[in-house]
């Protein structure tokens, strides 16, 4: 089994920034594909970025330029570094684990005010 556990978020003002943080524990033996989804009120859960064990990242086009996902010093720690906010980006986030099947986060809410 494997556990995550997300941190960071909160509230912020359009055009600010804010970093989230996700941490897997259990039977995480290797470096694996993580990534980060988000879920607006009333919409499905979207992919936002992704990273591999070789560091090569993916982003949704909403996201490019503005979100950076990178690996932090712990094994299967990473984070979400969020800029140029905008209110189309809250969200509840969710972070993704991946080894022979996908494990979830309990999510951590954005809420970004105009």
């Known amino acids: 089994q494997v556990q995550l556990v997300e941190s960071g978020g909160g509230w912020a003002a359009a055009g600010g920034s804010t970093r989230l943080a996700c941490a897997a524990s259990g039977d995480t033996f290797n470096m694996n594909t993580m990534a980060w989804y988000r879920q607006a009120p009333g919409n499905q859960r979207e992919f936002v970025a992704s990273?591999?064990?070789?560091?090569?990242?993916t982003y949704a086009d909403f996201v490019k330029g503005r979100f950076t996902i990178f690996r932090g010093n712990v094994r299967n720690t990473i984070f979400l570094d969020m800029y140029s906010l905008k209110p189309e980006d809250t969200a509840v986030y969710y972070c993704?684990?991946?080894?022979?099947?996908?494990?979830w986060g309990q999510g951590t809410q954005v809420t970004v005010s105009s």
């Open positions: 993704k684990f991946t080894y022979l099947k996908d494990y």
């Open positions: 990273i591999t064990s070789a560091a090569l990242t």
